[in-house]
């Protein structure tokens, strides 16, 4: 009986200086959306003692900055052997509302850590921890949307040449976002904008994307640059309870204009006559040429450095009678022009040119020069070849 109370106060002794578990505890933030938090509260304690200890009245309450309880859970309880640790896993949902301030959450987690030796001797210890969740720094973590430009070059109008641009934007986050307003700008080669667009943004869904288009016009002083760079500039904004977050949207990305010639011959070919006429004169037959022209295209077309020659064919040899620049023209679009030139040759060179022999093979005439567009420096370049009836005393008038 002496040694059983002797035993029995030893043991009493021991259980009077139990240590408390080395906790660790770990919450982790699985998901987050406008309208609730998902957290995962891992508890890890491990018993330093020599005798088991038991978990008991666990649980776990979140509480808001200003105090309001916003979600309660129980932790299951279980022994701990001595010198181990045990590992208490829970899941944690959290429900907003747009009363309470949700900046900060204050996890509180409270229980008994107890010993139970031969159903008479017991010793609890309470526990009462708090673990600080701040929900703004998980708002600060939110993934930027991926932006993807896209552009196609479409028709030139008499504004200048119309394009639509595209922008593909992926919304990663589990929250659904807004895209606001976002401006295109047109950048030169010499580093100038050269044009600025609005493009009209919306929602996002939550791990989705959206498309959003919008056109514009690049005026004809632009088309003389070889590449343009589109930056673009605009942000995104999302809101999770009372918390609003706004993310910088910026991309880039470098376009090569396309030629001009895409355009004004897509539909149909530009029609062009060269009717001439010859007359007898004192001084040499004069050549009156006319140069007679469509343009298909919806812009005003300049024809420019347009040369008209003058060529008699004998044979394999081609001699050259006159040559005549013609004056400049605008040509409005859908519409025909019609310029004349005459050229003078001496009866002469015109005999001389074949060795004296009277009506030639051929007689050709050759237009050369470029159209641009009205206000550019691009051009198409222009080469036309017409042959006529040799005989040029017939003061007819061919065209081909």
């Known amino acids: 009986m002496i040694i059983n109370i002797l035993v029995a106060i030893f043991i009493f002794i021991d259980i009077q200086i ?17 309208n609730e938090l998902i957290l995962q509260i891992n508890l890890n304690m491990f018993n330093p003692n020599s005798f088991d ?52 959450l204050n996890n509180r987690i409270s229980g008994k850590i107890g010993v139970n030796f031969l159903g ?26 991926d932006i993807d430009l896209e552009f196609s070059f479409d028709d030139l109008s008499y504004e200048g040449l119309e394009f639509t641009a595209g922008i593909n934007v992926y919304n990663p986050n589990n ?35 959206s498309f959003f288009t919008s056109k514009g016009v690049l005026l004809y002083s632009i088309i003389d640059t070889k590449n343009l760079i589109f930056k673009l500039y605009g942000n995104a904004s999302l809101k999770i309870a009372v918390l609003n977050k706004s993310i910088s949207l910026s991309t880039d990305m470098s376009v090569i204009l396309p030629d001009i010639q895409d355009f004004i011959f ?29 343009n298909p295209s ?22 050259q009678l006159g040559i005549r620049l013609m004056e400049p023209c605008m040509i409005e679009p859908k519409e025909e022009v019609c310029v004349k030139t005459e050229i003078l040759i001496p009866y002469f060179d015109y005999l001389l040119a074949g060795n004296w022999k ?32 040799p005989n040029i ?8």
């Open 175 to 209: 929250i659904g976002i807004t895209i606001n307003d976002l401006t295109l700008k047109a950048i030169n080669d010499f580093d100038e904008q050269v044009g600025s667009f609005n493009i009209i943004g919306g929602e996002i869904k939550p791990n989705s994307q």
């Open 358 to 389: 009277l009506i030639p093979n051929w007689i050709v005439l050759t237009i050369e020069g470029d159209f641009a567009i009205a206000g550019t420096r691009q051009s198409v370049p222009l080469s036309l070849n017409a042959y006529v009836n």
């Open 120 to 145: 008479f001797i017991k010793k609890t210890i309470p526990i009462d921890l708090n673990v600080i969740t701040s929900l703004e720094e998980v708002i600060n973590n939110i993934g930027i949307p």
């Open 393 to 400: 005393f017939k003061n007819q008038e061919f065209s081909e």
């Open 266 to 294: 897509q539909n149909e070919n530009i029609r062009f006559y060269i009717p001439v006429q010859f007359k007898l004169t004192l001084k040499g037959i004069i050549a009156t040429v006319g140069f007679k022209y469509y």
């Open 298 to 319: 919806n812009v005003s077309l300049v024809a420019r450095n347009i040369n008209c020659s003058i060529h008699r064919v004998d044979g394999d040899i081609k001699s």
């Open 18 to 34: 139990i240590k408390a578990p080395k906790t660790e505890i770990q919450i982790i933030v699985i998901d987050i959306t406008a």
């Open 53 to 104: 200890v038991s978990i008991e009245d666990f649980k776990v309450e979140s509480l808001t900055k200003n105090g309001d309880k916003i979600g309660e859970i129980n932790i299951s309880g279980g022994n701990i052997s001595p010198d181990k640790s045990k590992t208490f896993n829970v899941i944690d949902e959290i429900k907003f509302n747009e009363y309470s301030d949700f900046k900060i």
